[in-house]
């Protein structure tokens, strides 16, 4: 027996839920249990997302619908590859969500941790009040921003988020940046490379993999767009078990 409502009763359950009805008394207007309701959600993402208290028509409720499914496929045991073919035609698009959205990018890594049986990564360190001043010290010093984070466990993009969201914050961190000359980010050695490629297997994300071996994520990609050898082997190295 079908899980789906009939095209009536969903339309006027959706009337309903619209409305600010509860599910009880909506789902009692379209003739329809509550547990039936329940089970057609299962399947029905839009009506999932409605329960949910976001209208499927609403701008952007289909951006939450795409990621929620790529979320589901990567918890699957789909690689970020496969994924991105069977839910995005192969665009690169679920990578633009992972760089502009850090929060997005850890709930990747720990359903690819979940796909693979691995336990999911400790909760990111938070940017405290001390790791803050600590930071500027050490950018104050000469370091770059992304050498500054590392020092106190930070990634950069909660970084630049805070920085986005604190004009004080950008304020000293414009200030200890011109205090010295920068040092530049080393590149990586043999010993680094190693430790990516050790840490790198079916279901972590090259970010994952990238911060356990103490590299920067955006040496890894432009390693991977000037070498193909190196991409072929990343790629091969996610998906081989």
Avoid at 6 to 27: E, I, P
Avoid at 123 to 138: M, Y
Avoid at 155 to 179: L, N, S
Avoid at 198 to 225: F, M
């Amino acid at each position: 027996m079908s899980d789906a409502l009939s095209a009536r009763k969903r339309s006027t359950l959706f009337d309903g839920l619209r409305n600010g009805q509860d599910v009880a008394t909506a789902a009692e207007a379209a003739g329809v249990g509550v547990r039936q309701v329940f089970t057609a959600a299962r399947t029905d993402t839009a009506l999932a997302l409605l329960l949910a208290g976001t209208d499927p028509d609403d701008p952007g409720a289909t951006g939450i619908i795409k990621r929620a499914e790529y979320l589901r496929l990567l918890a699957l045991g789909c690689t970020p590859s496969l994924a991105a073919q069977i839910l995005l035609d192969g665009t690169g698009k679920a990578s633009g969500w992972r760089r502009e959205d850090p929060a997005f990018a850890q709930a990747c890594d720990a359903a690819g941790n979940l796909a693979s049986g691995q336990p999911a990564p400790a909760r990111a360190p938070r940017f405290t009040p001390e790791r803050r001043r600590a930071f500027l010290d050490h950018l104050e010093a000469g370091l770059s921003v992304t050498a500054a984070a590392a020092e106190v466990g930070i990634t950069t993009a909660v970084i630049y988020q805070r920085r986005k969201r604190d004009p004080a914050f950008a304020a000293a961190m414009d200030t200890a940046h011109h205090a010295q000359p920068r040092t530049p980010d080393t590149t990586p050695g043999t010993d680094e490379w190693d430790a990516f490629f050790r840490a790198l297997r079916p279901g972590v994300a090259l970010r994952q993999a990238a911060l356990a071996a103490g590299i920067r994520p955006e040496a890894v990609y432009d390693r991977r767009r000037a070498d193909h050898a190196f991409a072929h082997r990343t790629n091969q190295q996610r998906t081989t078990r």
